[in-house]
């Protein structure tokens, strides 16, 4: 429920109302209705009440994994969205101007869809009317947390919404307030950054065929641009893309006419699925890899873009954020039944060593993803080509790397 003050004392307080925070406060909420928590959740900007149906050719996609399915089924969010969800039906990864293309369908695996694409503002708007119907979550927006200080078991934390201040104790405070985080700044927690110096061009586009279900992973001399399915609207077939391309690339396409640009974009996809009728407002997002040194100390933990920020090629950011907060639920879970506080370090660190091998390993495929497909040097042009090939020699690989190039591979 939205709240014009918050009280003095939670046990969670969630920095954050983004994809991941909300979602977060949404499963915690569910998973331990029973211990009655009180949670409080700070978001800066007041919620959207953009009707999705007024603007949808404008906005960011998501590709989510079977496994990211299941969470968001288990904290009942999947119910309200699986009708805004466009199923990946096959995938198809290609090297532009170099023979090799792999694909994988679902019907070869035997499933009924291989991932699925969300659009951010339908899944944006689901959350924000969850938090504001709650009743066990408070919501505090717009509001901002402008000061963390750790006190004896818990954290004192200043709140402002416009020239009103207010003072909270919570036990346990989640940081999930994304790639920027001045909170993170203030408590001495470094990030670790690394710039690809490559910015992602995001676009919704129009094709005069319909996609029946494919997603597209090409890489191209200027980087990799995938192509993801949307769900039709006024029987536009509409898809999702997004194109990595270097800083100096990005400046040009951005100054390029709506015609101009199209003829870009239509050269490097090529014509699968026929011409590119309409394309939508560009929005650019720099890219690069920043981990977090400390995810947890007493009382806190970061979740999301704030723990890693990583590179969208494999579409693996909130994949991995979704299993980080299931991992953290479990563990918060286990150790109120065992007696702990939420914020103890014995509940933070059981979560951290369950999820590290996870993290690991997506941030490593993820930034040796960026690094091999971003270059035209000849080693790495002749790896994608007898990666490509192998993929379709190995059945097994073609499987797991598929899936994992289109951000649908872990938990799945
Ligand atoms: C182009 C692109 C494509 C992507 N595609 C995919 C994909 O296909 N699949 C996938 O899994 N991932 C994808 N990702 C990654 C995914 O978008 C991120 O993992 C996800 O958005 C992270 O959300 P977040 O909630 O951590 O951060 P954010 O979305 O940044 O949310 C942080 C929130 O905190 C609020 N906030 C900040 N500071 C404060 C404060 N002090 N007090 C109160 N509130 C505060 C902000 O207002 C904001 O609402 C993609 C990313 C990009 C850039």
Redesign the pocket.
């Known amino acids: 429920m939205i709240v014009k003050s918050p009280e003095n004392s939670y046990d969670i307080v969630i920095?954050?109302?983004?994809?991941?925070?909300a979602t977060f406060a949404i499963t915690v909420s569910k998973a331990l209705k029973k211990a009655g928590l009180k949670i409080l959740v700070?978001?800066?900007?007041e919620p959207s009440t953009v009707d999705p149906n007024a603007a949808s050719f404008d906005s960011?996609?998501?590709?989510?994994s079977f496994g990211?399915k299941e969470i968001l089924n288990d904290s009942s969010i999947w119910v309200e969205l699986s009708n805004k969800a466009e199923p990946i039906r096959e995938i198809v990864i290609s090297d532009k101007g170099r023979f090799g293309t792999a694909r994988i369908t679902c019907k070869e695996q035997n499933l009924e869809a291989l991932g699925y694409?969300v659009e951010?503002k339908d899944l944006g708007l689901i959350l924000n009317n969850r938090l504001t119907r709650s009743e066990s979550i408070h919501y505090f927006t717009p509001?901002?947390?402008?000061d963390a200080a750790p006190r004896k078991s818990g954290m004192n934390l200043k709140i402002s919404n416009g020239s009103d201040s207010h003072l909270v104790r919570s036990n346990l405070l989640v940081l999930?307030?994304?790639?920027?985080?001045?909170?993170c700044d203030q408590l001495g927690i470094v990030r670790v950054r690394q710039n690809y110096n490559q910015h992602?061009i995001?676009c919704n586009v129009a094709f005069e065929k319909a996609h029946r279900g494919m997603a597209f992973e090409r890489f191209t001399e200027t980087g990799p641009l995938a192509v993801?399915p949307l769900r039709n609207f006024k029987n536009e077939n509409r898809c999702s893309v997004?194109w990595s391309v270097n800083e100096q690339e990005s400046d040009k396409f951005l100054k390029l006419n709506q015609e101009a640009l199209l003829r870009e974009l239509q050269g490097q996809f090529g014509q699968r699925l026929g011409r590119i009728k309409k394309l939508g407002e560009l929005h650019c997002?720099p890219?690069g890899l920043s981990i977090a040194k400390e995810q947890i100390r007493p009382s806190i933990v970061l979740?999301?873009?704030?723990a890693h920020?990583?590179h969208?090629v494999a579409?693996?950011?909130?994949?991995?954020?979704l299993r980080d907060m299931e991992a953290l639920v479990k563990s918060i879970e286990k150790g109120i039944k065992e007696g702990s506080n939420c914020g103890e370090m014995r509940v933070l660190q059981r979560y951290l060593e369950n999820q590290s091998v996870d993290q690991h390993q997506v941030i490593t495929f993820t930034d040796n993803l960026v690094k091999l497909f971003s270059s035209n040097s000849m080693s790495k042009v002749m790896t994608r080509k007898l990666g490509l090939l192998s993929l379709e020699l190995f059945p097994g690989l073609k499987k797991s790397f598929a899936k994992q190039a289109m951000?649908i591979g872990w938990g799945g």
């Open positions: 920095a954050g109302g983004g994809m991941v925070g700070v978001e800066a900007f960011r996609s998501t590709a989510l990211s694409v951010n509001a901002t947390i402008r999930a307030d994304g790639g920027k985080s001045p909170i992602a995001v993801l997004v997002f890219l979740l999301g873009n704030v920020t990583l969208p579409g693996q950011g909130m994949n991995l954020a951000g």
